[in-house]
């Protein structure tokens, strides 16, 4: 059964930095491309991030240069390094596989950016 489990989320202010991490079970972690995805207050839910081998990523228009996507294969790990935090990136970040088909959500971490 796969388990996706986020961590890392805050309150921080404009400008900060936050570090998420996404501790996956239950599936070759190795062999499928991840992302984090998060979903603001009222609206749907976006994709932020994916990364598939080591120099293949992707990020939203939204987030470049202020996010980076990262993995650790042998702990089944994925982060998301965000700095240069704004008010609108305020909302719950999950992780899931890069695909149009995803599995079951875990809970999110929260993150809230305001002064």
């Known amino acids: 059964q796969v388990q996706l489990v986020e961590s890392g989320g805050g309150l921080v202010e404009p400008g900060g930095s936050l570090r998420l991490s996404c501790e996956t079970s239950?599936?070759?972690?190795?062999?499928?491309?991840m992302a984090w995805y998060r979903q603001a207050p009222g609206k749907e839910r976006e994709l932020v991030a994916s990364i598939e081998g080591p120099l293949e990523r992707t990020y939203a228009d939204s987030v470049k240069g202020r996010f980076a996507i990262s993995r650790d294969n042998s702990k089944g790990t994925l982060y998301l390094q965000m700095n240069g935090l704004k008010v609108e990136d305020t909302g719950v970040y999950y992780c899931?596989?890069?695909?149009?088909?995803?599995?079951?959500w875990g809970q999110g971490t929260q993150v809230t950016v305001s002064s």
């Open positions: 899931n596989r890069a695909a149009k088909s995803l599995w079951d």
């Open positions: 239950g599936f070759i972690f190795s062999v499928y491309a």
